[in-house]
């Protein structure tokens, strides 16, 4: 039997916000994900990020696409509003609810093949309206829910599962972010809560497109073709009477390095991805620097992760578009409907 609902009771001695909740307040259901899913650990960050900020849950509209990571706003903020959009689509979404009522805060929960290949017309606009929100892409480069093929921002030379080597140039959705106008743009890792934390309350008081690219690992992928317990091993040499996929669960992967310096984090499959975490002097003000930098240690086979590049004087799609301070949806009739006369004098500006 599988329980979807968390108990609601829970221990008094938990530390309370200004609120007066606990963090168990911002959580939301049980993960249906793999145990120890790097995308688990990002929901755990954003709710220990709205927890610290004293966010009311009811402020605050989650929306996602399709996929592994699109799953994950029913596992954070409960109390929230919530909408599942379809596959690459959540971004235009989300600017009509946003144009619709600007008084939420808006989290945009996504994955790379959602973002990177169906969607990666979406995402280039939301970004370059300069949409206020946080975007949060859940990158494991693999569609986690078809089987593991390869998403647009796997490494070009990179291993699948049965060997093949991937023969496709990866998009680098942070370069592409910085490119299409975004004025937060940060990269981390799932297992470095110490960084993703305080990044995400960053995003969160931000004035703008933010986007934060977070790497993290699928490991249900990582059985290969040589082993007698991999799982379409045991279906080849097994007659079952149905069809059932079981993934085992494998420890969290996690990391803790010092600004500047890098570091090879080793996946369950063996495999390992290079970690550089920018340094403390970096400057994430010049946009130009920051395209280089990211392209530069990518071309040395390293992920840079911190805070690639901010613009202060950011301004939102309702600064752009001169909107009105209240909510469109809290306007009333007669200042939606102003009259004829109105009309008129708008139409007389258009001879």
Same mark, same amino acid.
């Given at each position: 039997?599988?329980?979807?609902?968390?108990?609601?009771?829970?221990?008094?001695?938990?530390?309370?916000?200004?609120?007066?909740?606990?963090?168990?307040?911002? +959580?939301?259901?049980?993960?249906?994900?793999?145990?120890?899913?790097?995308?688990?650990?990002?929901?755990?960050?954003?709710?220990?990020?709205?927890?610290?900020?004293?966010?009311?849950?009811?402020?605050?509209?989650?929306? /996602?696409? @399709?996929?592994?990571?699109?799953?994950?706003?029913?596992?954070?903020?409960?109390?929230?509003?919530?909408?599942?959009?379809?596959?690459?689509?959540?971004?235009?979404?989300?600017?009509?609810?946003?144009?619709?009522?600007?008084?939420?805060?808006?989290?945009?929960?996504?994955?790379?093949?959602? /973002?990177?290949? @169906?969607?990666?017309?979406?995402?280039?606009?939301?970004?370059?309206?300069?949409?206020?929100?946080? %975007?949060?892409?859940?990158?494991?480069?693999?569609?986690?829910?078809?089987?593991?093929?390869?998403?647009?921002?796997?490494?070009?030379?990179?291993?699948?599962?049965?060997?093949?080597? $991937?023969?496709?140039?990866?998009?680098?959705?942070?370069?592409?972010?910085?490119?299409?106008?975004?004025?937060?743009?940060?990269?981390?890792? /799932?297992?470095?809560?110490?960084?993703?934390?305080?990044?995400?309350?960053?995003?969160?008081?931000?004035?703008?497109?933010?986007?934060?690219?977070?790497?993290?690992?699928?490991?249900?992928?990582?059985?290969?073709?040589?082993?007698?317990?991999?799982?379409?091993?045991?279906?080849?040499?097994?007659?079952?009477? $149905?069809?059932?996929? @079981?993934?085992?669960?494998?420890?969290?992967?996690?990391?803790?390095?010092?600004?500047?310096?890098?570091?090879?984090?080793?996946?369950?499959?063996?495999?390992? @991805?290079?970690?550089?975490?920018?340094?403390?002097?970096?400057?994430?003000?010049?946009?130009?620097?920051?395209?280089?930098?990211?392209?530069?240690?990518?071309?040395?086979?390293?992920?840079?992760?911190?805070?690639? %590049?901010?613009?202060?004087?950011?301004?939102?799609?309702?600064?752009?578009? $001169?909107?009105?301070?209240?909510?469109?949806?809290?306007?009333? +009739?007669? +200042?939606?409907?102003?009259?004829?006369?109105?009309?008129?004098?708008?139409?007389?500006?258009?001879?």
């Amino acid at each position: 039997m599988t329980y979807l609902a968390k108990p609601r009771l829970h221990h008094p001695s938990l530390p309370h916000n200004a609120l007066g909740y606990t963090r168990r307040d911002y +959580e939301g259901r049980i993960s249906t994900l793999c145990a120890g899913c790097g995308h688990d650990s990002i929901s755990a960050a954003i709710i220990q990020a709205c927890w610290e900020l004293d966010i009311e849950p009811h402020r605050v509209a989650k929306l /996602s696409g @399709i996929g592994c990571s699109s799953k994950t706003p029913d596992y954070f903020l409960g109390n929230s509003h919530g909408f599942n959009t379809v596959h690459g689509r959540m971004p235009s979404v989300l600017t009509g609810a946003n144009l619709a009522n600007r008084a939420l805060l808006y989290l945009g929960v996504s994955g790379d093949g959602d /973002s990177a290949s @169906i969607g990666l017309g979406q995402f280039a606009h939301v970004m370059r309206r300069g949409v206020n929100m946080v %975007y949060i892409l859940e990158n494991n480069g693999v569609y986690g829910l078809t089987k593991g093929q390869f998403s647009a921002t796997a490494d070009k030379g990179s291993a699948s599962k049965k060997g093949v080597a $991937n023969a496709d140039s990866p998009i680098d959705t942070a370069s592409l972010a910085l490119l299409m106008g975004a004025t937060f743009v940060a990269r981390s890792f /799932s297992g470095d809560k110490g960084q993703l934390v305080p990044m995400i309350k960053a995003a969160i008081g931000h004035q703008g497109a933010a986007f934060i690219d977070v790497v993290s690992p699928c490991l249900a992928f990582n059985n290969h073709p040589g082993s007698t317990k991999s799982y379409d091993y045991v279906r080849d040499h097994n007659e079952a009477v $149905n069809f059932l996929d @079981i993934i085992e669960g494998r420890p969290e992967i996690t990391t803790d390095y010092a600004a500047g310096t890098s570091v090879d984090v080793v996946q369950h499959d063996g495999t390992i @991805i290079r970690l550089r975490k920018a340094a403390a002097d970096y400057d994430a003000t010049d946009k130009v620097s920051a395209m280089n930098y990211i392209q530069k240690h990518h071309a040395l086979g390293e992920v840079v992760t911190g805070l690639l %590049y901010i613009d202060n004087q950011s301004t939102d799609i309702h600064a752009n578009l $001169n909107t009105v301070a209240t909510p469109l949806n809290a306007l009333t +009739e007669k +200042e939606l409907c102003p009259g004829s006369a109105a009309l008129a004098k708008l139409n007389a500006s258009l001879r």
